[in-house]
């Protein structure tokens, strides 16, 4: 890790020294902040009634304040400071074990960016920075979340990322990832509840291309790599070197959109284990059709996803697919945390490991007016291996369809300023699960307001 942090350090300074050779230019400061309040419900939604967890009632607190320096039209320099609070309402007790669970105050986001590097088609971008909206890619399919265990406080990831634009509306991007279990990159404020943001230390490697083929066809070719090495506190997982290749393709026809992503994966387990290899294939197709010029401006969409699964039989290689940067709500935010007993002999004691899924949805969304936005869904899951798992009180170990899922979120914005929103999942477990599990209610209510 001492090595890595030379690295970034030395890409620093070289990003002051090209900056400093730069014609001067009259900088331009602006700055904000968001706070995001959240009360959440969680009924059932982790072991399913089955073991020992605490259903969860809570609020929580978010405070961003941001700020970006222009040092000139192709420099800038981004800093966003972020706590997350919360205050237990039920049984359940956090990290800390106390009904308010303070935070520390970390660096969220701090990068810098310049476009045109030297006069060429090249832009760069270094440091802690996140990879959701304009800077996502594909879905969020494998990349979303550099620090999935401190749930959405933070999505960032420490990393180094170069475009290369080749022509109109295509391009390469390089990047390089390195993100620990616990930050030794940036201080933070409070540090004596100093937050775990990874289940291990991971590092990884993405060439992730964009190719508009035509006005209706994208094409997104990529390749990954990714190491996952010192799992903490489940020393039976063995270290692994992972990689993927895929696309992503979207077709536009119209009012209707075919988007669509498949990747295999295969790697190697360093440190023995159960397994010596690893082997897995992914993919989606969702169909989405919006009507525009009628009242409500409905649309739907329809899809289906697979994630290969382990096969309890085969016992050298690990068929389970790895999410590898995407252990994150992406469907749905519910079945995240059934899979923590599910995955934890490979994906240790966090949510979002999705895998060993069959999912098909039908969503339906309106617009009853510019501010207020209504999206409902019914997802029927499956899994293409059934489990051989050692939590029989909630795992049947025989059965293949894990459920039906009702979803809802209605969104309002009360002003350019503050909006708010409402999310709403009900899961019924099938024959996947045994045969007492209760059904599984995950409920948050939102408000946020920017500054």
């Known amino acids: 890790m001492k090595r890595i942090t030379a690295v970034f350090l030395a890409l620093l300074l070289s990003c002051i020294a090209y900056v400093s050779a730069a014609p001067a230019a009259e900088?331009?400061?602006?700055?904000?902040a968001v706070v995001r309040l959240r009360y959440e419900s969680w009924q059932n939604i982790v072991d399913l009634g089955t073991i020992t967890q605490k259903d969860r009632n809570f609020f929580r607190f978010r405070f961003n304040v941001w700020g970006n320096l222009k040092l000139n039209p192709d420099n800038d320099i981004y800093l966003r400071l972020t706590s997350e609070p919360k205050y237990q309402l039920g049984p359940y007790r956090g990290e800390t074990g106390k009904k308010v669970e303070e935070d520390e105050i970390i660096v969220d986001n701090l990068n810098f960016q310049s476009k045109n590097v030297f006069g060429l088609p090249v832009d760069v971008k270094i440091g802690r920075q996140d990879f959701i909206g304009p800077t996502g890619y594909g879905d969020y399919f494998l990349i979303l979340d550099g620090t999935p265990a401190d749930g959405s406080r933070t999505f960032y990831f420490n990393a180094a990322k170069a475009r290369v634009h080749l022509g109109q509306n295509n391009w390469m991007d390089v990047i390089y990832i390195t993100d620990p279990a616990y930050d030794i990159y940036?201080?933070?404020?409070?540090?004596?509840?100093?937050?775990?943001?990874?289940?291990?230390?991971?590092q990884g490697f993405v060439a992730y291309g964009h190719g508009k083929i035509s006005d209706n066809l994208i094409v997104e070719p990529y390749y990954m790599y990714k190491t996952e090495k010192g799992f903490k506190g489940l020393k039976d997982i063995p270290d692994l070197d992972i990689n993927a290749v895929g696309a992503r393709v979207v077709v536009s026809l119209g009012t209707w959109k075919i988007r669509g992503q498949y990747a295999h994966e295969w790697g190697t387990y360093d440190n023995g284990g159960p397994w010596n290899k690893r082997r897995a294939n992914g993919g989606y197709i969702f169909v989405d059709r919006q009507y525009n010029d009628i009242a409500l401006k409905p649309g739907f969409s329809i899809g289906y996803v697979y994630l290969s699964g382990d096969n309890p039989d085969s016992k050298s290689t690990n068929e389970a697919w790895d999410p590898l940067f995407s252990r994150a709500p992406e469907w749905n935010e519910l079945m995240i945390y059934t899979y923590v007993y599910e995955t934890l002999n490979y994906g240790g004691a966090l949510p979002g490991y999705w895998t060993n899924l069959n999912l098909y949805e039908a969503k339906f969304n309106m617009t009853f007016d510019p501010a207020t936005k209504l999206v409902v869904s019914y997802q029927y899951l499956t899994a293409p291996e059934h489990t051989d798992s050692p939590f029989t009180t909630m795992f049947s170990n025989n059965g293949k369809v894990r459920g039906h899922l009702p979803t809802m979120i209605l969104t309002h914005a009360f002003s350019k300023k503050v909006s708010g929103m409402a999310q709403l999942e009900y899961?019924?477990?099938?024959?996947?699960?045994?045969?007492?599990?209760?059904?599984?209610?995950?409920?948050?209510?939102?408000?946020?307001?920017?500054?």
Do not use: C, W
């Not at 900088?27 to 904000?32: E, V």
């Open 186 to 202: 940036a201080p933070s404020i409070y540090a004596a509840n100093k937050r775990q943001l990874n289940i291990s230390n991971e």
């Open 27 to 32: 900088s331009d400061f602006t700055a904000g």
């Open 427 to 451: 899961f019924v477990p099938e024959s996947f699960y045994a045969d007492h599990a209760d059904n599984g209610t995950f409920l948050r209510l939102q408000l946020m307001f920017k500054i």
